[in-house]
């Protein structure tokens, strides 16, 4: 994923038929990074797939301990997960612009749909963990 760093490297671009920037590679340097950072925060071994807990259908869950979910939608609009009782320390993570921002805690007396909204002025998707 290094290109930059090896003397000759020059991945093509078939669309242009010239050689490509290494700035092209930087999203998923961006993205492999910021996965790096969400799995140092959560026990990943433990989550699983749960789409069915959240109505965006894109979920990683450690049901009652840990959640990660992904709202791509680019209207922004509301959307529910469902949560165990627990109190939760809530973050969201804007993609495009790789702003994070604290949103408090959650408290939840039994489990439940709970319904959240990204904090951020709409610029393509937000990771809500």
Do not use: C, H
């Amino acid at each position: 994923m290094d290109f930059g760093i090896i003397v000759g490297v020059n991945p093509p671009d078939p669309s242009a038929g010239a050689p490509m920037s290494f700035d092209a590679f930087e999203p998923a340097r961006y993205a492999m990074g910021d996965t790096v950072r969400f799995a140092e925060q959560m026990e990943l071994i433990e989550m699983e797939p749960r789409g069915d807990l959240s109505s965006t259908g894109d979920a990683l869950a450690n049901p009652g301990k840990a959640y990660l979910l992904l709202e791509s939608s680019e209207a922004g609009e509301p959307f529910t997960v469902t949560l165990d009782a627990g109190t939760y320390s809530v973050e969201w993570f804007r993609v495009q612009g790789r702003e994070t921002a604290k949103a408090g805690e959650v408290k939840v007396e039994s489990s439940s749909a709970i319904s959240f909204s990204a904090p951020f002025e709409r610029a393509g998707p937000a990771v809500l963990y």
